[in-house]
């Protein structure tokens, strides 16, 4: 649908447009009545070469300064460097001919930089270069900034991960996906150090740059004189215009995805083969994680042991409840501060990230902006050849070679990760929240697709999620967290089956599970609520217990222990209706099939003793 903007807007933006685009059109009647005859064409293109040459050295030593600066900038959150920031940004306000003063406080013939240089940076090729340099910098600092913010750093925490160093990751990661927008600073750059005047005939009257020139050959033979030298840096802006229009013309076009295509293709068949086998027998079979982690940030501290026994796990909790930074500890993106991360044998905490043979999945799966699936695969340091061709091949990735990242749908861009990481042999794979924002079906296609790969790896993969049923597919241990602590730890049996606390049945998604005290051998006096009976007499009277009622137990009838109810609404979950029953404050979920009972229908419900379990939780059993 073609998009139209309202009225005043297009007449405000017409109305500059118009002004903007005047002088040109003015200047070219100019061009016949130009004073063509009397222009000194040496001196003039002796200026353009100053100019040019100049702007280029300048602009090359605001690159190799201005970019590194723009990182720290972007990367750092200190006050010396916002300061610093604020500082560097001054020229842009300041009028060329105060930067011009400031600069002979630094570096004019009776400063101490002159007298030790004998005024050779003043009035010279140097001194053009120096004024240029001070001016124009901030345009290239600005852009790299920005370039450098708009960067998710987890490209380089996943590039840690895959085994490089700090000067890769800036060179091979940050730097290719922030290069665009520096290659426009630095264009700007380069202009404004070319058109630069009021600095360079404060600090460098001599030799002419071309705006020097161009203003001492206005004061001696007028307006009809400009045309000419006005030629070339017409010329040079408008290739630079050219070339910047192209650059911004030259987009990959997004091939069709599966997402958009409705093709059902995101998780074709894992099958075990022989290659399968021998790339899972790199791990050790026998390596387990241990951890203890802890860390504080600000008011939030994160304080969690565990010590599973198996090699598919999952940390479970709601937001902001530490388990994504649980991740990057273990991963050693974060510094563990007073823990430890143990591998079998292998002490992760002593190694920095890159040494620690992981593979870290962020959300979006972390793969480069800049690099097609072939670099992305041969990416990590220690990159296996041939295990990347068998992981191409078993996940389906031969025809995603040449493609970037956003021509790919959600779920190629989970198996290209995935292959990245088993490329490397990993010991440990790190999943954060990798279904979170694909729709339900294709969630569900993919965790499948995630679950059998996980039975032909020896590797230990951790999965952080907040979707119960996700970890429970996906791990046999689980570790609910909440505010930076454990809530419980345990198989996935019986963590399910018996919560440790209310709080935990409910990041579980549990339903009919709650808290109370035996009264008398079983029977549990519910907060507030009813007298709830339970076969087992084994658990002494007054100790406070966790209890569960089994859906078919909870029965529309007369029974030895009934009691009055409504109906508080009926829902729809997971294709069956539950009606939601209120007993004294106590709210049942009930499976009801296709009976049809309206809301706040009053009725009577009875619990079969059979269906209602009752442990000692772990909070209590102290």
Known sequence: MK???ARPLVALAALLAVYLCAPFVASIPQIGQADWSSVDWRATWSAVAVSAGSASVAALLILLGGVPLGYCLARSSSRAMALLGFVVQLPLALPPLTSGVLLLFLVGPYSGIGHVTGGALTDSFAGIVLAETFVAAPFLIVAARSAFASVDPVFEDVAATLGHHA???FFRVALPAAWPSIRAGLALAWLRAFGEFGATVMVAYHPYSLPVYTYVVFGGQGLPSMMPLLLPTLAIAIVCAMLSVYSRGARYEAAPTHADSGDNGDDPPLATSPAAVATAAAAEPSARLALRLTKRLGSFSLDVEWAPSTRRLAIIGPSGSGKSLA?????????????????GRRDLGALPPEQRQIGYTPQDYGLFP???VARQLAFPVDADAASARYWVDHLG??????RLPHQLSFGQRQRVAVARALTRHSHLLLFDEPFSALDTPRRRRLQRSLRA???????????VTHDPDEAALLADEVLVIDQGRVLQAGSIERVFERPASTRVAELLGLRNVGSGVVRAPGLIEVHGGPLIETRDRSIEVGRHVMWSVASGAIRFEPG????????DSVELRDGERFARVNVDGIHFDVAIGQARL???HACTVSLEPAGVSAWIGEADAA
């Open 560 to 567: 030895p222990r009934s009691f009055a109810a409504s109906v």
């Open 397 to 402: 990735l031969s025809t995603l070679l040449n």
């Open 598 to 600: 309206p809301e706040q």
């Open 370 to 372: 800049h690099m097609t």
């Open 453 to 463: 790969l996980q039975r032909e790896i020896a590797a230990v993969t951790v999965i």
């Open 167 to 169: 000067g890769n990751r």
């Open 3 to 5: 998009r139209t903007a």
């Open 327 to 343: 991740l990057r500890l273990i991963a050693g993106l974060e510094h563990n501060e007073a823990g430890t991360v143990m591998l």
